[in-house]
């Protein structure tokens, strides 16, 4: 399994426990999320509780889209759809 999915889910999620990374790969994904760390595509995010570990792209992650910030790699795909034609009806 590549990180490069499981990282993209992270920036689409936001901040995201390893659960839900996991649910959207269906897959456990710790030793992704540790390459992933040590490459520095993600973070941890500090919540104040060591039972809960939350994970979000880095700013090193979102420039390799191209995309100057987490907001802008989130609204992408929305925006894509709405430039596309629209498909014809029985197409």
Not at 8 to 34: E, P, S
């Amino acid at each position: 399994m590549s990180a490069r999915p499981a990282w993209q889910i992270a920036a689409h999620l936001g901040d995201a426990t390893r659960d839900q990374i996991g649910a959207q790969l269906d897959r456990d994904c710790a030793t992704v999320l540790r390459g992933m760390l040590d490459r520095g595509l993600v973070e941890k995010v500090d919540t104040g509780s060591a039972a809960v570990n939350l994970y979000r792209a880095t700013a090193k992650a979102i420039a390799a889209t191209g995309h100057d910030s987490l907001k802008s790699l989130q609204r992408f795909p929305a925006d894509a759809c709405a430039a596309a034609p629209a498909a014809e009806p029985g197409a």
